[in-house]
Nanobody, 125 residues
Framework: QVQLVESGGGAVQAGDSLRLSCAAS??????????MGWFRQAPGKEREFVGV???????KYGDSLKGRFAVARDNAKNMVYLQMNSLKPEDTAVYYC?????????????????WGQGTQVTVSS
């Protein structure tokens, strides 16, 4: 089993930056080689793929987010981060950390094997 705990959400102004963190716990080998990433869900909308990073640093982003958002991970600390820049009110959502045993689960199927509880990000204009 893998547990994911997000932190760093909050209320910001449009144009601000925010960094979310996700701590993964479980047996070391179960997280090191996993793909880890982020999804978000705004009120009344479907879950949206944000970005994913594998253990070698390969990344993929949702089409509308590339350039403003960046996913990075620290394998030694079992952490994955989401750096969000130039935030807009439409970025308001609950952001979920996700992990999967295969890259394709997150990057292609846009799903995950494990989910965090989510952290709220609110961007005001």
């Amino acid at each position: 089993q893998v547990q994911l705990v997000e932190s760093g959400g909050g209320a910001v102004q449009a144009g601000d930056s925010l960094r979310l963190s996700c701590a993964a716990s479980g047996r070391a080998y179960s997280t090191y080689s996993m793909a880890m990433g982020w999804f978000r869900q705004a009120p009344g909308k479907e879950r949206e793929f944000v970005g994913v990073c594998d253990y070698q640093g390969r990344t993929k982003y949702g089409d509308s987010l590339k350039g403003r958002f960046a996913v990075a991970r620290d394998n030694a600390k079992n952490m994955v981060y989401l750096q969000m820049n130039s935030l807009k009110p439409e970025d308001t959502a609950v952001y979920y950390c996700a992990a999967a045993n295969s890259w394709e689960t997150i990057a292609v199927a846009q799903s995950a094997d494990y989910w965090g509880q989510g952290t709220q990000v609110t961007v005001s204009s």
